[in-house]
DNA sequence: GGGACAAAAGCATCTTTCGT
DNA sequence: ACGAAAGATGCTTTTGTCCC
């Protein structure tokens, strides 16, 4: 009896031999994984349907519909343990285009104890990514395709979407080394190229890089690191971070500094929060920065200064984010390149659920703009 | 422009199983 | 029968998008 993970390595080498076609006849279903594998907006059916047809080739016995121990019977299993035992790790190792963690805890999915039929109703978005999960689910059932097909064809498209975005961020980044010999982009530039990647849709990881850049680049001539980054949606408090970017003495694991991003207007609530996170510290935070991409109300402002006295010792203080990275490039003036190569390096690092492949994209071609137009 | 809903994130706890 | 280990499930918060 193979392992999953045999199983998986299997399949993988069948859809990387298949290359462009595709082993499944019928067009119907053959559309429905196309689809399920390239939605961008939900990643979450791609994976159930890749747990279930994992469950279903590893123990012959069980219905594909029933990826919940709470059914019942002989023939359901634990969807949940196949994704977070077996596939996260080949997902990781094979760096496929799929969500970090199961989709057995995304909403529609979770707290289930039904068979999901073709009638399931799953509420969440696109509707589409739900039925046609749920129709493959029954093609399988029905024998219209096999497990294993279904598994070997969503494998081949995942690798098709990976293949297609490497090639395109290598070709957008040797395009940069071209150009390479060109005059610096001055700090202004800079700041204008910052202001339009934030521009972009979906662009709130960004003023995290930001901050985090600054940070890698400055740190030998401030003495001061950032610690490494959480999750993009992790609560803070889950993840015991009391803010977004937390920086260190070089030398000394104490955090000293904390910046917390906002996207909207800070508020009071935001600053009496921040007091109540500096209180529970059981080390003191000298700085506790908000930088935000919308105004600085003057209220607030006067309001988080006034705290100072309150938390003995705590500097609270509200920046906004261009205007943070204008007064930064201007003091370290010539390290401005190597912070925009920080830069660049964090956003393309960050898991696509953070940063998005086109907002990568966009910051390539931007820059590529920019030091092409001196 | 604001409100509502859904997605994503990681951890804690409860349950079951297995071995002694 | 009891304790340990492995397995299964639920919770909560922040952020983003859609729709009115």
């Given at each position: 009896m193979a392992s999953p993970r045999e199983l998986l390595d299997a399949a993988l080498s069948r859809a990387v031999n298949l290359g462009n076609t595709s082993e499944i006849i019928d067009q119907d279903v053959l559309r429905r994984i196309d689809y399920v594998c390239r939605c961008i907006s939900n990643r979450a059916g791609v994976?159930?349907?890749?747990?279930?047809?994992?469950?279903?080739?590893?123990?012959?016995?069980?219905?594909?519909?029933?990826?919940?121990?709470?059914?019942?019977?002989?023939?359901?299993?634990?969807?949940r343990t196949y994704d977070e035992q077996h596939l996260a790790e080949f997902i990781s190792a094979n760096r496929l285009p799929c969500n970090s963690t199961t989709a057995f805890l995304t909403p529609a999915l979770r707290n289930r104890d039904a068979v999901l039929t073709t009638n399931t109703i799953l509420v969440g978005r696109p509707r589409q990514v739900?039925?046609?999960t749920l129709l493959i689910l029954?093609?399988?059932?029905?024998?219209?395709?096999?497990?294993?097909?279904?598994?070997?064809?969503?494998?081949?498209?995942?690798?098709?979407?990976?293949?297609?975005?490497?090639?395109?961020?290598?070709?957008?980044?040797?395009?940069l080394?071209?150009?390479?010999?060109?005059?610096?982009?001055?700090?202004?530039?800079?700041?204008?190229?910052?202001?339009?990647?934030?521009?972009?849709?979906?662009?709130?990881?960004?003023?995290?890089?930001?901050?985090?850049?600054?940070?890698?680049?400055?740190?030998?001539h401030l003495g001061e690191k950032p610690m490494p980054l959480r999750g993009h949606l992790a609560a803070d408090e889950q993840t015991g971070a009391s803010g977004d970017v937390e920086i260190c003495l070089t030398n000394d694991e104490r955090v000293c500094t904390i910046y917390e991003m906002k996207?909207?207007?800070?508020?009071?609530d935001d600053i009496d929060r921040a007091i109540q996170k500096i209180m529970k510290r059981t080390t003191r935070i000298d700085n506790y920065?908000?930088?935000?991409?919308?105004?600085?109300?003057?209220?607030?402002?006067?309001?988080a200064a006034a705290m100072y006295q309150e938390t003995s010792g705590t500097e609270i203080a509200i920046l906004d984010c261009i205007g943070f990275v204008r007064h930064f490039l201007h003091m370290f003036h010539r390290l401005r390149i190597q912070f925009l190569d920080a830069y660049q390096s964090l956003v393309l690092a960050e898991p696509d659920s953070a940063v998005n492949q086109p907002l990568k994209e966009a910051f390539l071609s931007l820059r590529h703009a920019a030091e092409s137009d001196e």
């Open positions: 994976r159930l349907l890749m747990s279930c047809m994992l469950a279903k080739m590893h123990k012959p016995e069980v219905d594909p519909r029933k990826p919940y121990t709470e059914i019942g019977g002989t023939d359901s299993f634990s969807g739900y039925s046609d029954d093609d399988v059932v029905s024998e219209r395709v096999t497990a294993e097909q279904v598994l070997v064809e969503t494998l081949r498209i995942l690798v098709l979407v990976r293949d297609e975005k490497q090639e395109r961020m290598k070709t957008l980044v040797a395009a080394h071209h150009g390479a010999d060109a005059l610096p982009l001055a700090s202004e530039h800079i700041v204008t190229l910052l202001r339009q990647h934030l521009a972009c849709r979906r662009s709130s990881r960004l003023p995290v890089l930001i901050v985090t850049a600054a940070y890698q680049a400055a740190a030998k996207s909207k207007r800070v508020t009071h920065v908000f930088i935000t991409t919308d105004m600085i109300d003057d209220d607030a402002a006067e309001y």
